[in-house]
């Protein structure tokens, strides 16, 4: 059974930093493509950022510079650091995994998701 658990939201001022982690189950995800989604109230999901099985990655414009994500394949976990926070990055923030070759931005793309871990920047 395919389990992805996210953890390290949380509260955190404007130009403050979280770090989310998401650990990855039931499945050798080595060639997944990795990603996490957002979503703010009132919104659509969308990708924040993606990681393929050949190690690429792909960030959104309005994260760039500011959010990385990783892989530690060993422990089957998938990181997204997340520096110089605002406010308009607040949502419910989900891991996702799909077993495809390329990154997708849509969620439709995306077989498996978290149950999501809340992000609020204060201003």
């Known amino acids: 059974q395919v389990q992805l658990v996210e953890s390290g939201g949380g509260l955190v001022q404007a130009g403050g930093s979280l770090r989310l982690s998401c650990a990855a189950s039931?499945?050798?995800?080595?060639?997944?493509?990795m990603g996490w989604f957002r979503q703010a109230p009132g919104k659509e999901r969308e990708l924040v950022a993606a990681?393929?099985?050949?190690?690429?990655?792909y960030y959104q414009d309005f994260v760039k510079g500011r959010f990385t994500i990783s892989m530690d394949s060993a422990k089957n976990t998938v990181y997204l650091q997340m520096n110089s926070l605002k406010p308009e990055d607040t949502g419910v923030y989900y891991c996702?995994?799909?077993?495809?070759?390329?990154?997708?931005?849509?969620?439709?793309?995306?077989?498996?998701w978290g149950q999501g871990t809340q992000v609020t920047v204060s201003s």
């Open positions: 990681m393929s099985s050949g190690g690429g990655t």
């Open positions: 996702t995994a799909d077993r495809r070759l390329g990154i997708t931005t849509t969620p439709l793309g995306y077989e498996f």
């Open positions: 039931g499945r050798n995800f080595s060639r997944y493509v």
